[in-house]
């Protein structure tokens, strides 16, 4: 048999084409190719082996026969049958089919598609089932789980609209929506099973402390008095579900009622934790009543519950996740109002802006309300992470002196947020900090020493280019660790500095010499005509220059002379291209940066346009350079790359000067002048070919 090769890490397109190139499965790791197939009767199987072991046995690859009513044999040739490959019969017609008790493995999709299959008996060998075995089977509503199953998955079997289950004995762990709450009526535990209980409705822990799961769809629940937790997703998407009695609970897991149809909640004295997205895009939530004893609600716990009128926050609560409530809803028309009891010791609400009581401070957590400018409390040391992310309205931002650190994506997404104070108290910015706003203006002073990674990337990944949008920053003198030269802010490190962000506008940019390394995002999106690398840059990460479209020239140093040269320069036409283009053909290796020609060349001739081809065509063959390694290039190829293009933009503008230019370089010689003169001809182009015949 062929090697066995991995395609988890492939992407779509790439496991398709190869996929019409053999029989098998990308699903289960490996490819089946047509020459190791063997055909008996209606069944196309391989061999297969064990690892570690020599014994061989049978891969079910495909099933050829029309039976409506399938018996998968016990025994292919001399093999006994014990795998079936992934989507072995997928789209197949089959009404059932039948499993010898031998196969222990089955494949991804192995029935995926079969519209028509209403009956499957599994292998009493397989101790869990791919949750996509039977994806889109939605006649099956009848199953009998094998005995031996140990597991259910995730979704195992979502997508059939089983009526009744019965989970046998040896099953211990159970996934999110196993069964599809819209059809099941009906659950049922083995009784030998020691480690699940049901009530009828739920799954739960064998001592029935912890709902795991509710595969049944019913209008309005009483949690059971000895049930303590409910567990992750356990009552997911069930939107029919209006009413629920969360009976002496203590925890609540992540997404456990999300998209649900509760009108009110109470949330009782026992709960210490509601986890994270709990009741999130839970529509017709109105009201939520909580009991002192409310400890922990995490992040987005009730995000997207537009129907909320109001929240009042008591004093037991320490923590409020990020965006716990949706800001975005809070305040204003349409909106609901949020209160923090005046006697929480951890907590307190200035009408708009949430705050944490730290040892030494006040943690701005974040906006509640919809406010164009927000001055933050005195006092306050730390704005948290994630605290005005994503904020709609926010268009400038006070920070008191005393603040000492901005977090992680702090505002990340504020799109109109212009203008931000940046004090001299300030030490710290995190990552993502300002992504994707429209900050003008940053002053960073002398106690600044950490700037996280794209701490003031405003572009974001965003694809439009006036994105970029500071335009002043200035760092203070007294700063040890940051400073600002060449409208770059660089950040001294032990093994040489690092150019963080670009400023513009600056028509020209020379990389000061101390700097060794552009860091990720420096120039995005940069608006700069030329820029000129010294020889001692060490490192420019992939996406530094990415999208730096409007470059005229690049110049860049050689660590020595090579022929003659000590640096090169590159034109940079302006044409429609990839805005990827020029980071990737900027690299680096062993002896330093270059430019690598073959890399922007073979980008420049898949162009739509062969116009703009020859516009880069053009520049790049009037100065030919021949460098070595250091500059990659190789002319001859290039212009032989270019003349169909050169030809082709003759024929559609008349314009003889890139066909000259080729000529010149002798390039409509011998077979290309007689292919040249054809086109000519079969074009009528009566000035190309009278140049071509002179």
Request: aromatic content about 8%.
């Amino acid at each position: 048999m062929q090697e066995l090769m991995d395609f988890s890490q492939w992407s779509k397109k790439g496991q398709e084409a190869i996929r019409s190139n053999v029989v098998g499965s990308v699903g289960v790791g490996r490819v089946i190719q047509e020459q190791d197939c063997i055909k008996e009767g209606d069944w196309v199987y391989v061999v297969s082996a064990d690892e570690g072991s020599s014994e061989s046995y049978a891969s079910i690859v495909r099933y050829e026969g029309a039976e409506a009513d399938v018996i998968i044999p016990s025994r292919l040739g001399e093999l006994e049958v014990r795998e079936i490959i992934s989507g072995a019969f997928m789209d197949g017609r089959m009404e059932s089919v039948q499993m010898p008790p031998t196969i222990n493995k089955v494949g991804q999709k192995a029935f995926g598609r079969c519209f028509s299959l209403k009956r499957v008996v599994f292998s009493d060998a397989l101790t869990e089932i791919d949750a996509s075995v039977l994806s889109g089977c939605m006649k099956v509503t009848d199953l009998t789980l094998p005995a031996s199953l140990t597991v259910l998955q995730t979704r195992n079997f979502y997508d059939c609209p089983l009526q009744e289950v019965t989970i046998p004995a040896a099953v211990a762990k159970v996934g999110e929506q196993v069964f599809n709450h819209q059809h099941l009526t009906k659950i049922v535990i083995s009784p030998d099973n020691p480690h699940l209980s049901t009530d009828g409705v739920a799954l739960f822990t064998a001592d029935g402390s912890e709902l795991i799961s509710a595969l049944v769809t019913v209008e309005s629940y009483q949690v059971p008095a000895g049930c303590r937790a409910i567990g992750h997703s356990a009552f997911k998407g069930q939107t029919k579900l209006a009413a629920v009695d969360l009976g002496n609970v203590e925890s609540i897991g992540s997404f456990a009622f999300f998209r649900t149809g509760i009108a009110e909640l109470d949330l009782p004295a026992t709960l210490r934790t509601v986890g994270e997205n709990a009741f999130g895009s839970c529509l017709k939530l109105e009201q939520v009543r909580m009991a002192d004893g409310v400890e922990v609600i995490s992040d987005k716990a009730f995000a997207q519950c537009r129907g909320l009128k109001s929240v009042d926050v008591p004093a037991s609560v320490r923590r409020m996740g990020l965006h716990a409530f949706d800001a975005r809803m809070l305040a204003g028309e349409g909106g609901y109002s949020l209160t923090v009891s005046p006697e929480n010791p951890y907590l307190t609400l200035d009408g708009q802006g949430l705050y944490s009581r730290g040892e030494d401070g006040l943690v701005f957590e974040g906006l509640y309300g919809k406010p164009e400018q927000y001055d933050v409390a005195p006092g306050t040391v730390t704005v948290a992470a994630g605290a005005c992310e994503n904020h709609m309205n926010l268009q400038q931002v006070t920070l008191p002196e005393g603040i000492r650190s901005i977090g992680d994506a702090a505002f990340r997404s504020c799109d109109v947020l212009r203008q931000v104070n940046f004090p001299d108290s300030l030490e710290e910015i995190g990552a993502n900090a300002f992504w994707r706003t429209s900050l003008e203006s940053v002053h960073l002073g002398p106690k600044v020493d950490r700037l996280g990674k794209n701490a003031l990337e405003t572009a974001g990944d965003t694809l439009e280019h006036d994105r970029r949008t500071i335009r002043h920053l200035d760092v203070d003198p007294a700063n040890e660790r940051y400073y600002y030269q060449s409208n770059l802010l660089i950040e001294r490190c032990p093994n040489g500095h690092k150019a963080l962000v670009f400023v513009e506008p600056c028509d020209c940019v020379v990389i000061p010499e101390q700097v060794t390394y552009i860091a990720d995002m420096c120039f995005h999106y940069a608006y700069v005509a030329e820029l000129r690398f010294h020889a001692g840059i060490k490192h420019i990460d992939p996406r530094a220059m990415m999208g730096v479209d409007m470059l005229d020239k690049v110049v860049i140093d050689f660590p020595h002379e090579v022929d003659g040269f000590d640096h090169v320069e590159v034109l940079c036409p302006h044409h429609a291209r990839d805005i990827n283009d020029f980071s990737r053909a900027l690299c680096m290796d062993e002896d330093g940066l270059f430019f690598d020609f073959a890399s922007y060349d073979s980008m420049a001739v898949t162009q739509y346009d062969p116009g703009m081809v020859l516009k880069m065509a053009v520049t790049r063959i009037e100065r030919p350079i021949k460098l070595d390694r250091f500059a990659r290039v190789n002319y001859n190829s290039a212009l032989e790359r270019y003349m169909n293009p050169a030809l082709l933009r003759y024929v559609q503008t008349g314009d003889l000067d890139a066909v000259k230019l080729l000529d010149r370089n002798g390039y409509l010689q011998g077979e290309n002048r007689e292919l040249a003169i054809k086109i000519a001809e079969s074009e009528n182009a009566q000035e190309f070919l009278a140049y071509l015949n002179q």
